[in-house]
Protein backbone atom coordinates (compact mmCIF):
# COMPACT_ATOMS: atom_id res chain seq x y z
CA UNK A 1 0.00 0.00 0.00
CA UNK A 2 1.26 3.59 -0.89
CA UNK A 3 -0.54 5.40 1.81
CA UNK A 4 -1.98 4.20 5.08
CA UNK A 5 -3.97 5.84 7.13
CA UNK A 6 -2.56 6.73 10.86
CA UNK A 7 -6.17 7.98 12.09
CA UNK A 8 -9.03 6.91 9.82
CA UNK A 9 -11.08 4.70 10.78
CA UNK A 10 -8.86 3.51 14.23
CA UNK A 11 -10.01 6.98 16.35
CA UNK A 12 -11.50 4.87 18.92
CA UNK A 13 -8.71 2.38 19.46
CA UNK A 14 -6.18 5.24 19.96
CA UNK A 15 -8.51 6.86 22.37
CA UNK A 16 -8.73 3.29 24.26
CA UNK A 17 -4.87 3.11 24.63
CA UNK A 18 -4.69 7.33 25.75
CA UNK A 19 -7.17 6.53 28.28
CA UNK A 20 -5.08 3.46 29.38
CA UNK A 21 -2.15 5.53 29.63
CA UNK A 22 -4.39 8.02 31.95
CA UNK A 23 -5.12 5.33 34.17
CA UNK A 24 -2.05 4.29 34.84
CA UNK A 25 -0.28 7.83 35.04
CA UNK A 26 3.66 8.13 34.84
CA UNK A 27 4.15 4.44 33.83
CA UNK A 28 5.95 3.11 30.72
CA UNK A 29 2.92 0.00 29.28
CA UNK A 30 4.39 -2.30 27.16
CA UNK A 31 2.34 -3.40 24.60
CA UNK A 32 1.17 -6.35 25.85
CA UNK A 33 -0.18 -4.98 28.71
CA UNK A 34 -1.65 -2.22 26.94
CA UNK A 35 -3.34 -5.09 24.77
CA UNK A 36 -4.85 -7.11 27.54
CA UNK A 37 -6.47 -3.36 29.22
CA UNK A 38 -7.83 -2.12 25.94
CA UNK A 39 -8.91 -5.62 24.59
CA UNK A 40 -6.90 -4.50 21.14
CA UNK A 41 -4.79 -7.09 19.79
CA UNK A 42 -0.52 -6.51 20.79
CA UNK A 43 0.59 -5.98 16.85
CA UNK A 44 -2.26 -3.41 16.19
CA UNK A 45 -1.18 -1.62 19.55
CA UNK A 46 2.51 -1.85 18.57
CA UNK A 47 1.35 -0.60 15.00
CA UNK A 48 -0.51 2.39 16.23
CA UNK A 49 2.01 3.17 18.91
CA UNK A 50 4.66 3.41 16.34
CA UNK A 51 2.84 5.58 13.74
CA UNK A 52 1.48 8.33 15.97
CA UNK A 53 4.41 9.92 17.67
CA UNK A 54 1.90 12.70 18.46
CA UNK A 55 0.60 10.77 21.00
CA UNK A 56 2.87 7.95 22.11
CA UNK A 57 7.09 7.86 22.44
CA UNK A 58 8.92 4.37 22.55
CA UNK A 59 11.01 4.50 25.34
CA UNK A 60 14.97 3.59 25.92
CA UNK A 61 15.18 -0.48 26.37
CA UNK A 62 15.73 -0.98 30.25
CA UNK A 63 18.34 -4.07 31.43
CA UNK A 64 14.99 -6.49 31.25
CA UNK A 65 15.06 -6.21 27.23
CA UNK A 66 10.95 -5.03 27.40
CA UNK A 67 10.11 -2.27 25.10
CA UNK A 68 7.32 0.05 27.15
CA UNK A 69 5.79 3.22 25.48
CA UNK A 70 4.46 6.25 27.15
CA UNK A 71 2.62 9.53 26.48
CA UNK A 72 4.70 12.29 25.22
CA UNK A 73 4.97 15.82 27.31
CA UNK A 74 2.47 17.56 25.17
CA UNK A 75 -0.07 14.71 25.64
CA UNK A 76 -0.03 14.18 29.08
CA UNK A 77 -0.09 18.30 29.15
CA UNK A 78 -3.80 18.15 27.27
CA UNK A 79 -6.90 17.57 28.19
CA UNK A 80 -9.01 14.49 27.02
CA UNK A 81 -11.65 16.74 25.04
CA UNK A 82 -8.25 18.33 23.34
CA UNK A 83 -7.16 14.74 22.23
CA UNK A 84 -10.66 13.95 21.14
CA UNK A 85 -10.54 17.29 19.30
CA UNK A 86 -6.84 16.29 18.21
CA UNK A 87 -7.91 13.00 16.70
CA UNK A 88 -10.91 14.55 14.77
CA UNK A 89 -9.15 17.07 13.43
CA UNK A 90 -6.86 14.05 11.92
CA UNK A 91 -8.95 11.87 11.10
CA UNK A 92 -11.28 14.37 9.04
CA UNK A 93 -7.76 15.50 6.94
CA UNK A 94 -7.71 12.02 6.66
CA UNK A 95 -10.61 11.68 4.84
CA UNK A 96 -10.20 14.42 2.93
CA UNK A 97 -7.45 12.70 1.17
CA UNK A 98 -9.28 9.91 0.82
CA UNK A 99 -12.11 11.94 -1.22
CA UNK A 100 -9.31 13.86 -3.01
CA UNK A 101 -8.05 10.62 -4.19
CA UNK A 102 -11.16 9.02 -5.26
CA UNK A 103 -12.45 11.78 -7.01
CA UNK A 104 -8.83 12.11 -8.88
CA UNK A 105 -9.02 8.92 -10.23
CA UNK A 106 -12.89 9.14 -10.98
CA UNK A 107 -11.51 12.43 -13.49
CA UNK A 108 -8.71 10.54 -14.82
CA UNK A 109 -11.39 7.69 -15.63
CA UNK A 110 -13.74 10.18 -17.25
CA UNK A 111 -11.05 11.86 -19.00
CA UNK A 112 -9.62 8.98 -20.94
CA UNK A 113 -13.21 7.61 -21.65
CA UNK A 114 -13.89 10.82 -23.33
CA UNK A 115 -10.70 10.90 -25.27
CA UNK A 116 -11.39 7.40 -26.50
CA UNK A 117 -14.85 7.94 -27.39
CA UNK A 118 -14.92 10.33 -29.87
CA UNK A 119 -12.26 8.22 -31.84
CA UNK A 120 -15.09 5.22 -32.16
Do not use: C
Not at 65 to 87: D, K, S
Amino acid sequence: MIYSFRFRGKNQRILALYQSFLDHPGQGLHPKELSRMTGIPMLDVVARMDQIPELFVKLPGQRDGLTRYRLTTTATARTVTEIEHLIDQQVRRESWLYYAFIAMVLLVFLIAVMAIAPAI
